[in-house]
C-alpha cells in the first residue's frame, strides 16, 4: 500500500515496483489501464518521464530520499514528456485524479 502520511490518506492499495532498467523503460507503455508504479534509483537525480506509447492521462508524485513529495504532476498527457528541476529518488505514476482525491501536495511524506 501507498500512504500519504502527512494527510493519512491511502494513495493506492497495489502498486507495481520497477528496479530494473528495462522494468523502467517499459512503465505503462502499452498498457489500456492505469496502473501504480513505483520507479526506484539507489540515488537522487534529476528523473525524466516519457509518456510514448501510453494512451490514458496519469498523475505523477517525485520523491526524494525521505520519500517526502518535491514534485507533483496532475494529468500528465499521452505522448507528453515531463522533467522535474529537483533530485528524486523515487517517481509514482498513479491513475488521473489521485493527487486530488488524495489532496496530496508537494513537502507531504509518503509510505510504501
Given at each position: 500500500?501507498?500512504?500519504?502520511?502527512?494527510?493519512?490518506?491511502?494513495?493506492?492499495?497495489?502498486?507495481?515496483?520497477?528496479?530494473?532498467?528495462?522494468?523502467?523503460?517499459?512503465?505503462?507503455?502499452?498498457?489500456?489501464?492505469?496502473?501504480?508504479?513505483?520507479?526506484?534509483?539507489?540515488?537522487?537525480?534529476?528523473?525524466?518521464?516519457?509518456?510514448?506509447?501510453?494512451?490514458?492521462?496519469?498523475?505523477?508524485?517525485?520523491?526524494?530520499?525521505?520519500?517526502?513529495?518535491?514534485?507533483?504532476?496532475?494529468?500528465?498527457?499521452?505522448?507528453?514528456?515531463?522533467?522535474?528541476?529537483?533530485?528524486?529518488?523515487?517517481?509514482?505514476?498513479?491513475?488521473?485524479?489521485?493527487?486530488?482525491n488524495t489532496k496530496t501536495e508537494v513537502n507531504d511524506l509518503i509510505n510504501f
Amino acid at each position: 500500500m501507498i500512504i500519504n502520511k502527512t494527510k493519512d490518506t491511502i494513495i493506492s492499495k497495489d502498486y507495481k515496483i520497477c528496479k530494473t532498467s528495462i522494468s523502467k523503460a517499459i512503465g505503462l507503455m502499452f498498457s489500456f489501464k492505469p496502473l501504480t508504479l513505483l520507479f526506484e534509483w539507489k540515488q537522487e537525480k534529476i528523473r525524466k518521464l516519457h509518456m510514448f506509447f501510453v494512451f490514458f492521462p496519469i498523475d505523477v508524485l517525485w520523491l526524494d530520499k525521505e520519500k517526502k513529495v518535491i514534485a507533483t504532476k496532475e494529468r500528465l498527457m499521452p505522448f507528453s514528456l515531463a522533467k522535474v528541476i529537483k533530485p528524486a529518488k523515487y517517481v509514482i505514476e498513479l491513475s488521473q485524479e489521485t493527487i486530488k482525491n488524495t489532496k496530496t501536495e508537494v513537502n507531504d511524506l509518503i509510505n510504501f
